[in-house]
């Protein structure tokens, strides 16, 4: 193959398409400046030239398998052993669901002496991709339970979503046994063979999905491709291997070792190191061309699906430009909805997307936790993660210490309330919030994810509602009667008066409880309740308080602003009861004759009533206040109990 036109010179060929972007790979080529020699940390043969003269400062030089002396392995034994991020976790996953399909008698090969070829009872998963292809996951009876054997199961959704379709829709199953074994693949019957501790040691060394891709090669492309002309005439004129475990076991092992380097390198230019992907251009030019044509389909239809954006401003890095956060439009959804778009959706500004699914409590500005309802559906195996940020400092980022509120927190499908902690010395205003839903969790507030939602909101940081005042008979300062209690709050609030009893009238030199009547206005842009009483132990007949001393008290948990409740002893804080008429400073008490609010019934008083004695509803000195019995005169029944309070 030509690498300056990309043409080859076996018979193969390559479409026009796929030329055109095999010339970019060349075209774009970088030398590998960091060292004179490269060491043990990419799981290097010694070094990438004939000896340690090859290489120069600055620059890596290659040995050209057209020279006749083929050039080193570039990495000892196999893809696995290298540090190289072939598959990460960005890349997007066509899978979509797994299903539990019930246990079986199934064929379920294994190495180890003494095994049996077939095992009754083995647990039977099927895995759903959005390109239609779907891969049955065989568990051995071993794992002895459906969620042991569900654990492993959906250990491969990211490996295999993430294959090329041409590799998965030729591969027919998957078997895992309980076990530290490596895996192995049987090309003939399309299927590989995967051991469940092995795959943890594989992913705790970030190979898992390079070993699924490795070993479906061999299940999937060896039987139709290793003995071809094609290939073997590409092996035949490179005459160069990438690995030490590619280089011995040429017929076996070249493809599945070279395929994932090739596979790389044409979906995800200039993710490899340069130095690798010169190596590959330079020595192995006729397999990449090779690997372009296989792989043609693959590389025109694999790209990122569809998304799911948030709609915050753009500072909070939403848009696609500013690698926003975005979801594939598969797995858990944050309610029942789900937006799917190109990029974010203007206007950005916290409330054009499909928010169905996320509540957030009030948050009180001088508290220390709030609390999330998050409603999940979806969600694979029942179960995903959640990410938030709340931006408490208004800064327009979620980079800030403290903004990270819930990190990695499992949820299931259904609606669950999670509580989490507040940073000091939050102040009352609009703030933004990013939550995000993922199966795999742990995420940033930007970046894509392979599944999930994200959702963004504004929310508001409040100051808990207070008693603003509590006024007696409209400011009259007399106490002869009593009939009407204006209370007022500081802000627009909810008023419970089905739950209990908000407002509690108590007199206290009775023992007994007034019944009020109150009567809510919020037009003035606080709430003012109009309280009223009715006939009752300590109410007369013309709904005035007998004489006694009283005590309003006020339930914070039935007075409530958004869900934050009244903050009723003013210390800053939700809760504590409002009480007034505790202490004589609030002259909360009905003394029949009491005009001047002195405590007491006096000859002052008594002047007063002198004047008002014998007049009549309509007439000058006519005073409501002292008609006892409110028969519309003052008589002899006002007078009788102006003098009983005389002295008092």
Do not use: C
Not at 22 to 38: D, I, P, Y
Not at 202 to 231: G, K, P
Not at 403 to 420: A, H, I, R
């Amino acid at each position: 193959m030509n690498l300056r036109t990309g043409l080859l010179t076996s018979n193969s060929s390559v479409s026009n398409r796929r030329r055109v972007r095999f010339e970019t790979l060349e075209g774009r080529r970088l030398l590998h400046g960091s060292s004179a020699a490269h060491t043990d940390d990419f799981g290097l043969i010694g070094s990438v030239g004939n000896d340690a003269s090859d290489h120069t400062a600055g620059q890596v030089q290659f040995t050209q398998a057209s020279s006749g002396t083929p050039a080193r392995p570039l990495f000892r034994n196999s893809i696995v052993s290298t540090n190289l991020d072939f598959i990460t976790a960005d890349d997007p996953s066509t899978f979509e669901s797994m299903a539990y399909l019930g246990r079986a008698r199934r064929e379920m090969p294994d190495r180890r002496p003494g095994t049996g070829l077939f095992a009754n009872n083995t647990f039977i998963f099927e895995a759903t991709f959005s390109d239609g292809n779907q891969v049955q996951i065989w568990l051995h009876p071993n794992f002895g339970s459906q969620q042991n054997a569900a654990t492993y199961a959906n250990l491969l959704r990211g490996p295999l979503g993430k294959l090329p379709e041409s590799m998965r829709e030729n591969l027919n199953h998957v078997v895992v046994h309980v076990g530290n074994e490596t895996a192995f693949a049987e090309s003939q019957a399309n299927f590989f063979v995967l051991y469940s501790q092995n795959m943890l040691t594989r992913i705790s060394n970030n190979d898992l999905e390079e070993t699924v891709f490795h070993e479906s090669v061999h299940a999937a492309l060896d039987a139709n491709n290793l003995n071809t002309s094609a290939w073997l005439s590409a092996q035949q004129g490179d005459n160069a291997f990438i690995t030490e475990y590619a280089r011995e076991i040429p017929g076996k092992e070249d493809m599945a070792e070279t395929a994932i380097f090739a596979y790389t390198m044409l979906q995800h230019p200039g993710r490899l190191p340069a130095y690798v992907e010169q190596w590959m251009e330079q020595n192995n030019p006729n397999k990449l061309a090779f690997f372009a044509d296989l792989y043609a389909d693959d590389l025109t239809t694999v790209a990122e699906p569809p998304s799911d954006f948030g709609d915050a401003p753009d500072s909070y890095d939403t848009t696609l430009a500013s690698d926003g956060a975005r979801h594939a439009a598969v797995g858990p959804i944050l309610g029942t909805l789900r937006d799917v778009d190109e990029d974010a959706r203007a206007p950005l500004n916290g409330t054009s997307d499909n928010d169905d699914g996320v509540m957030f409590g009030a948050i009180g500005v001088n508290a220390s936790m709030a609390a999330v309802n998050i409603d999940v559906s979806n969600a694979i195996d029942e179960e995903a993660k959640v990410d938030a940020w709340i931006d408490f400092n208004r800064d327009g980022d979620f980079e800030d210490p403290g903004e990270n509120v819930l990190q990695n927190v499992t949820v299931n499908n259904g609606m669950q309330t999670l509580n989490f902690f507040l940073p000091n010395s939050l102040t009352v205003g609009e703030n933004y919030a990013r939550v995000r839903l993922s199966s795999e969790g742990g995420l940033g507030p930007n970046g894509l994810a392979a599944d999930g939602e994200v959702e963004d909101y504004v929310i508001q940081i409040l100051a808990p509602p207070v008693v603003e005042s509590v006024v007696i008979n409209d400011g009259d300062n007399r106490r002869s009667v009593i009939n009407e209690v204006r209370i007022t709050f500081d802000q627009v609030v909810d008023i419970d008066l089905t739950t209990g009893d908000a407002f509690e009238f108590f007199n206290q030199t009775s023992g007994q409880i007034v019944q009020d009547i109150p009567v809510i206005d919020n037009t003035s842009g606080k709430t003012v309740v109009e309280v009223t009483f009715a006939p009752g132990p300590s109410v007369n007949q013309g709904g005035g308080l007998l004489d006694g001393d009283y005590r309003l008290t006020i339930d914070p948990e039935l007075i409530k602003l958004s869900s934050l409740d009244m903050d009723g002893d003013t210390d800053g804080q939700e809760g504590g009861v409002f009480v007034f008429g505790a202490g004589q400073v609030d002259n909360f008490y009905r003394a029949y004759g009491d005009f001047d609010l002195s405590g007491s019934v006096n000859l002052a008083d008594f002047a007063a009533f002198r004047q008002a004695f014998g007049n009549s509803l309509g007439d000058a000195n006519y005073l409501d206040q002292i008609d006892a019995d409110s028969d519309g005169m003052i008589g002899l029944t006002d007078f009788a109990n102006f003098r009983e309070n005389f002295g008092n």
